[in-house]
Nanobody, 119 residues
C-alpha cells in the first residue's frame, strides 16, 4: 500500500500558476505509474495528467494540454503538476494517484488538495 500526500493547492486568479506536489511513502516508487486527477463539484473525477514509471511517456487531458506539466523524481519519490494559465474551470479538488506496474486500475489515492481559480 502506497501512502500519497499532496501539497500546493490554494487560490489564484485566472491566468495565474500553481504547482502541486505529491510525496509517496514507498521504496518501490519507480514501479508505479503516477497521475493527477481532479473532481469539481457535481462532476465525475477525471484524469488530468499521467506519467509512466520512467517518465518517458506522459498523457494529458485535452483541456489542460499546453498549460499543465506533470513530472516525477524517482529519487525523491515525488510527482508534481505544474499548472499555468489557470482558468476558472480548473477549480476542483486535485488528487494524486498511483497505479502499480501491470495494473489497469489506479489503486492508491491521496487525500486531495483544493485548487480554486477566481475570475
Amino acid at each position: 500500500q502506497v501512502q500519497l500526500v499532496e501539497t500546493g493547492g490554494g487560490s489564484v486568479q485566472a491566468g495565474g500558476s500553481l504547482r502541486l506536489s505529491c510525496s509517496a511513502s514507498t521504496r518501490t516508487f519507480s514501479l508505479y505509474a503516477m497521475g493527477w486527477f481532479r473532481q469539481a463539484p457535481g462532476k465525475e473525477r477525471e484524469l488530468v495528467a499521467a506519467v509512466d514509471r520512467s517518465a518517458h511517456n506522459r498523457h494529458y487531458a485535452d483541456s489542460v494540454k499546453g498549460r499543465f506539466t506533470i513530472s516525477r523524481d524517482n529519487a525523491k519519490n515525488t510527482v508534481a503538476l505544474r499548472m499555468n494559465d489557470l482558468k476558472v474551470e480548473d477549480t476542483a479538488v486535485y488528487y494524486c494517484a498511483a497505479k502499480p506496474n501491470g495494473a489497469t486500475a489506479w489503486s492508491n489515492w491521496g487525500q486531495g488538495t483544493q485548487v480554486t481559480v477566481s475570475s
